[in-house]
């Protein structure tokens, strides 16, 4: 009554589909149907949980912003006296927003790096250890799939990187702000 075919992970399920259709042209009561139509329950959840990702990894990067913005803003802050000696002593406002955007990629490195090293360690707990089961009349798996793809990892970074580093431009802009003559105190 049926007839399961698996192909290639990297095949055209769609362009498979067509190609055993043709074959089936001559007898009328066989038809090909691909797993997406046989199934639309789980790749709608699947679809689902993609939505997921999206929505937490921007709210993620919105906290990540948010936090260093503050971070930013306080050590500019905090430093307004030496931002008015150096600008008193002729550094450009250039020159010093370069130093706090160069601090903000450090710190955001750091971080990163640290993000990456503790995620992957817990996703390799998760995946050689059964530490997280699921029900499978609910979720259709016994355990959560894992697969940490290098390449998405590193466009994920580069682009974290890039958007906290351009966020960044705005609030290094009260450096042109501070004048040395008001900020700078003799004791």
Do not use: C
């Not at 679809?47 to 260093?68: E, H, Q, R, S």
């Not at 609030?171 to 700078?184: A, E």
């Amino acid at each position: 009554s049926e007839l399961e075919i698996h192909i290639a992970p990297d095949a055209n399920i769609e362009a498979t589909q067509f190609t055993i259709q043709d074959h089936l042209k001559g007898y009328p009561n066989f038809s090909a149907i691909n797993v997406k139509e046989h199934y639309p329950q789980v790749f709608s959840w699947l679809d689902m949980l993609d939505l997921n990702a999206w929505v937490i990894l921007i709210l993620m990067l919105g906290v990540a912003i948010f936090t260093m913005t503050s971070g930013i803003l306080i050590i500019i802050l905090e430093k307004a006296q030496t931002i008015g000696v150096l600008s008193a002593l002729g550094a450009s406002n250039k020159q010093l927003r370069h130093i706090f955007l160069n601090l903000a990629f450090r710190i955001t490195l750091r971080a990163i790096i640290i993000g990456n090293i503790i995620s992957i360690v817990i996703l390799m707990i998760i995946k050689h250890t059964d530490l997280i089961t699921l029900d499978p009349s609910t979720y259709y798996v016994e355990r959560i799939p894992i697969s940490i793809e290098p390449l998405h990892l590193l466009v994920t970074n580069l682009l974290t990187i890039i958007i906290i580093l351009a966020a960044l431009l705005v609030p290094t802009h009260i450096i042109s702000k501070i004048q040395p003559s008001k900020v700078i105190k003799f004791d």
